[in-house]
């Protein structure tokens, strides 16, 4: 499992010209599920999300979590993170799991952390969604469930 976090003061999913979703201050977190993945992978993800130390302090060190801070979170399901492009020049997507299974454990990330952060939102799943944010700082992570990175 995948996950692409950013550091926002803002963030905001449309779908149809529609917002269905937006939060202020917390984290924009782009989510790829792999085959293989299970519960554990959705939980370990979560854990180092949410405790992520990726928020400034007041001496403007990043010492702080989403949890520290009350920040809010929004999940967007993005199976293009599972993309390869090391061979040819059109991404394969064959290591992203199915979207039965995706959905299962893309709910289960969001329904357990909206059990710890006071402000969980998500993206439709397999809907076709206009992210828009403001980047604060810019901070962008990259984390993998399997320590790939």
């Keep these: 499992m995948r996950a692409v976090v950013q550091r926002v003061d803002k963030a905001i999913v449309k779908v149809n010209d529609r917002i269905v979703s937006d939060i202020s201050k917390g984290m924009l977190v782009f989510l790829g599920i792999e085959k293989g993945d299970d519960f554990s992978d959705a939980d370990f993800l979560l854990e180092k999300v949410i405790n992520l130390r990726i928020f ?11 949890s520290d801070i009350s920040g809010e979170m929004l999940v967007v399901s993005q199976f293009t993170l599972l993309g390869d492009c090391r061979k040819g020049r059109r991404p394969s997507f064959t290591s992203a799991e199915d979207p039965e299974r995706s959905n299962i454990l893309y709910s289960h990330f969001i329904n357990q952390a909206s059990e710890r952060i006071p402000v969980v939102k998500s993206g439709i799943f397999q809907a076709m969604m206009k992210v828009s944010l403001v980047n604060d700082g810019p901070v962008t992570m990259l984390l993998d469930s399997k320590r790939l990175f």
Excluded: A
């Excluded at 400034?56 to 989403?66: C, T, V």
């Design 56 to 66: 400034e302090d007041e001496e403007g060190k990043m010492n702080r979590s989403l």
